[in-house]
């Protein structure tokens, strides 16, 4: 049997990958020719830890894998953990983190100067998730295209190709028609460019009004982000967005005040009600979908489990 996945996005080529490795055949279908979804947009913090002050317990317990799944099969995992700060008028948003999280600990100006150097003397807290890892999501999606190139899978970007086998939906807002309770949450970030700022790991700025991270990649860029605004708007960067996601930035390191913006960008990410990605079935198909603004951590876990059931099903007799 083919199994037609439907959607290039992270959640389509986790899928099509983990039932490419059970010995499946296995076609993806995205009607872009050069997909660019939301996971274009994504950070790529692999930060179970972390995202449990505001996601359900659930989602952490989802994407504990995600790096070790991710190291093995892609390149440009990197495993420095997170550092999360926050100024000092604001040390109420860093109690408050601490509490809701685990996996971290108290560091003090000293250890966060050893951490990062470019932010000594800057933050007197923090806390540090030592556990955690990131990734560059565009070479992440890129590697398992072509990694599934090599493993046999036929790939079909705008062309207009009809499934042949067993549908596996992961087309995120896409599938609202038959996806019920799917909503949208945009999502903007900013990629700067900057010679003289330094981070070996992603850095977590904590305020009142409008946290965000900042997530160092190659050759001196830093994605910036993100917004979370409940609209299906998907438009560009709006102003008042950028201007407090740079502000922010500013706040983290002086310096971001003379980086270069590289790039703004805007995503809708799918979610349901709970914010808890799932896979649903309905008569014939299966759906992968709601994966919010986890889909990198919580991804791989979902495609294991797709083959799992599949595999406890009989559909797939050589699962890895």
């Given at each position: 049997?083919?199994f037609?996945?439907?959607?290039a996005g992270?959640a389509g080529?986790?899928?099509?990958t983990m039932?490419a490795e059970?010995?499946?055949?296995v076609e993806v279908i995205?009607s872009?020719?050069?997909?660019q979804?939301?996971?274009w947009f994504a950070g790529?913090m692999l930060a179970?830890?972390?995202?449990?002050?505001?996601?359900?317990?659930?989602?952490?317990?989802?994407g504990r894998?995600?790096?070790?799944?991710w190291?093995a099969?892609v390149?440009?995992v990197?495993r420095?953990?997170?550092?999360?700060?926050?100024p000092p008028?604001?040390?109420?948003e860093?109690?408050?983190?601490a509490?809701r999280?685990?996996g971290n600990?108290?560091?003090d100006?000293?250890?966060i100067?050893?951490?990062e150097?470019?932010?000594?003397g800057?933050f007197?807290?923090g806390l540090f998730?030592?556990?955690?890892?990131?990734l560059?999501p565009?070479?992440?999606?890129v590697?398992?295209?072509?990694?599934?190139r090599?493993?046999g899978?036929a790939?079909?970007?705008g062309?207009g190709?009809?499934?042949?086998?067993?549908?596996?939906d992961?087309?995120g807002?896409?599938a609202?028609e038959v996806?019920p309770?799917?909503?949208?949450v945009?999502g903007?970030m900013i990629?700067?460019?900057?010679?003289?700022?330094?981070?070996?790991?992603p850095?977590?700025?904590?305020?009142?009004?409008?946290?965000?991270?900042?997530?160092p990649?190659?050759?001196?860029?830093?994605m910036i982000?993100?917004t979370?605004v409940?609209?299906?708007h998907d438009g560009?960067?709006?102003?008042r967005?950028?201007?407090?996601?740079?502000?922010?930035?500013?706040?983290?390191h002086p310096?971001?005040?003379?980086a270069?913006?590289?790039?703004?960008?805007?995503?809708l990410r799918?979610a349901f009600a709970?914010?808890i990605p799932a896979?649903?079935?309905?008569?014939?198909?299966?759906?992968?979908?709601?994966?919010y603004r986890?889909?990198?951590?919580?991804?791989?876990?979902?495609?294991?489990q797709?083959v799992a059931d599949?595999?406890?099903?009989?559909e797939?007799?050589?699962?890895?």
């Amino acid at each position: 049997m083919t199994f037609s996945v439907l959607g290039a996005g992270v959640a389509g080529l986790c899928c099509a990958t983990m039932l490419a490795e059970a010995g499946l055949e296995v076609e993806v279908i995205d009607s872009q020719p050069d997909p660019q979804g939301a996971s274009w947009f994504a950070g790529g913090m692999l930060a179970p830890f972390c995202e449990g002050e505001s996601a359900p317990a659930e989602v952490g317990r989802l994407g504990r894998d995600a790096a070790d799944w991710w190291a093995a099969r892609v390149p440009g995992v990197v495993r420095a953990g997170t550092l999360v700060v926050a100024p000092p008028r604001d040390g109420a948003e860093l109690t408050r983190f601490a509490a809701r999280t685990e996996g971290n600990e108290q560091v003090d100006a000293a250890r966060i100067a050893a951490l990062e150097p470019e932010l000594a003397g800057r933050f007197e807290r923090g806390l540090f998730f030592a556990g955690e890892a990131h990734l560059d999501p565009r070479v992440a999606m890129v590697a398992l295209i072509d990694r599934l190139r090599g493993m046999g899978a036929a790939l079909h970007f705008g062309e207009g190709a009809a499934p042949q086998g067993q549908v596996i939906d992961c087309r995120g807002l896409a599938a609202r028609e038959v996806v019920p309770g799917l909503r949208a949450v945009r999502g903007e970030m900013i990629v700067l460019r900057s010679a003289d700022v330094s981070l070996s790991r992603p850095v977590r700025l904590l305020h009142p009004r409008f946290p965000l991270y900042v997530v160092p990649r190659a050759d001196g860029h830093f994605m910036i982000g993100a917004t979370m605004v409940e609209s299906d708007h998907d438009g560009p960067v709006t102003a008042r967005a950028a201007m407090e996601l740079l502000s922010a930035a500013f706040t983290l390191h002086p310096a971001f005040a003379e980086a270069g913006i590289v790039e703004l960008g805007a995503g809708l990410r799918p979610a349901f009600a709970d914010n808890i990605p799932a896979i649903r079935y309905s008569g014939d198909g299966i759906h992968v979908n709601g994966l919010y603004r986890h889909g990198f951590l919580t991804a791989p876990a979902l495609a294991r489990q797709l083959v799992a059931d599949l595999t406890q099903s009989g559909e797939v007799r050589h699962a890895s």
